[in-house]
T-cell receptor, first 113, second 113 residues
């Protein structure tokens, strides 16, 4: 049971380059999320998708776009990377109702130079 | 808005010592409360949860009690092991419907033999 799979695990970008972080879950969850993790700041929500076909901004959406490709996949795109986007990115998924737990991928460590 | 405050780390303990990591929250309504754990190089995984006041969540020897009167959800373990070394995140979420977690900044626990 793979759970939540993120690719790539590591990436180095130059300022201004673009890239897409991929995320897929095999638990048939309706909701998916992208978080970033920075030292001393915990996890902050970038974008989320409550269900297939919908996406919404989270706490820190600037500089990012997302696509809910289907129920399984939720990608995060950086159109023009900036050093401030150096972070560890986590994808997560959960079921909709009753305070179900969120399941996290292993993370993507992104460095923008 | 909703927020979570947890004690700063790192917390350094010897094996078999007693552990407390403090967590307090601010929220409207009646949130669910969670502790997530992140082992080195991995994503977050749910450690325990409580969905209403006075509930006690427990798992792997860890416990936390949902205290509405003090808006707290402190994590405790009677005897820590080296394998408990990790970063612990307190989080709150909604009790029903779509889940959008708010995380604390995380507390690093280091357990020495």
């Amino acid at each position: 049971n793979a759970g939540v799979t993120q690719t790539p695990k590591f990436q180095v970008l130059k300022t201004g380059q673009s890239m897409t972080l991929q995320c897929a879950q095999d638990m048939n969850h309706n909701s998916m999320y992208w978080y970033r993790q920075d030292p001393g700041m915990g996890l902050r929500l970038i974008y989320y998708s409550a269900s297939e076909g919908t996406t919404d901004k989270g706490e820190v959406p600037n500089g990012y776009n997302v696509s809910r490709l289907n129920k399984r996949e939720f990608s995060l795109r950086l159109e023009s990377a900036a050093p401030s986007q150096t972070s560890v990115y986590f994808c997560a998924s959960s079921e909709v109702d009753s305070a179900y737990e969120a399941f996290f991928g292993q993370g993507t460590r992104l460095t923008v130079v | 808005g909703n927020s979570v405050t947890q004690m700063e780390g790192p917390v350094t303990l010897s094996e078999e010592a007693f552990l407390t990591i403090n967590c307090t929250y601010t929220a409207t309504g009646y949130p669910s409360l969670f502790w997530y754990v992140q082992y080195p190089g991995e994503g977050l995984q749910l450690l325990l949860k409580a969905t209403k006041a006075d509930d006690k969540g427990s798992n792997k020897g860890f416990e936390a009690t949902y205290r509405k009167e003090t808006t707290s959800f402190h994590l405790e373990k009677g005897s820590v092991q080296v394998s408990d070394s990790a970063v612990y995140f307190c989080a709150l979420g909604r009790n029903t419907g779509f889940q959008k977690l708010v995380f604390g900044t995380g507390t690093r626990l280091l357990v020495s033999p």
